[in-house]
């Protein structure tokens, strides 16, 4: 099992994000498909594919010579826990904010 951290580090990337983004709106696809779509070479896709699967974001099913990849579901619901739990935190706080903001709503210190 892969750690929060890790999932985080993997959709750090522009270009691993990206490619999540792809899977999760198209589904499943194979490599090839993934590689052509790129802006990037077949073997930069591959490490980037390799960096989302170590992670837990990505897995591999491999038919004959083909390998397709789709998004892991446990990954996309250990992200949004975290961001739920967080979500919390952030709500308080902007709410503190308005109500200090209400206090003197011209950010005036007289």
């Known amino acids: 099992m892969t750690s929060l951290t890790d999932t985080f580090a993997a959709l750090s990337d522009p270009t691993r994000l990206s490619l999540v983004e792809k899977l999760l709106t198209r589904g499943e696809l194979p490599a090839g498909t993934l590689a052509s779509e790129a802006d990037i070479s077949a073997p930069a896709i ?4 390799k960096v989302l699967r170590e992670a837990g974001v990505i897995q591999q099913r491999v038919q004959g010579t083909h390998r397709y990849y789709s998004v892991r579901p446990e990954a996309l619901r250990t992200v949004n ?13 902007l709410d503190r904010l308005d109500d ?9 210190d007289t």
């Open 46 to 49: 591959s490490r980037h594919l």
């Open 81 to 93: 826990g975290w961001t739920m739990d967080h979500r919390a935190f952030w709500a308080g706080s």
């Open 100 to 108: 200090l903001l209400a206090l003197d709503p011209e950010g005036d």
